[in-house]
Structure formats: C-alpha cells, structure tokens
C-alpha cells in the first residue's frame, strides 16, 4: 500500500507536524505518539519522509 498520495495532506495536521519537527531536529532519541490505529501508518510514513531518520513503530494490540 501506498500513502505518497496522502501525506502531503497529513503532515499538514498541527500535532503531527509537532512530532515530525521534533523528529527531525536531532535533539530527541524517541517520540512519542498516541492516536487512533487507524492514523498509525501515515504517522510512521510522514515520519519516515519528513524526518530523514530511521522510524522504529512499536504499537500496543490491546490494552
């Protein structure tokens, strides 16, 4: 599956661009991250874009 089509729209989003500017300046080892599992793959994949880091996603199944 492909996101490239929507990740100009998600990175737009106030909280994720937050995390991928924290993400990108090098100052922080890890980010964390909590919302719906249904936005977990475009956060990994904008991460991953706009970053320019390595992402490691580890994500709960349950609760």
Known sequence: M???GL???VVK?????????????GNRPHVDL???????PFAVAALARE???SVLAVTATGR
């Open 2 to 4: 492909s996101l490239h």
């Open 13 to 25: 989003d106030p909280a994720l661009a937050e995390a991928i500017a924290a993400a990108a300046d």
């Open 34 to 40: 909590v919302g719906p599992p249904a936005a977990r």
């Open 7 to 9: 990740l100009d729209a």
């Open 51 to 53: 970053a320019g880091r």
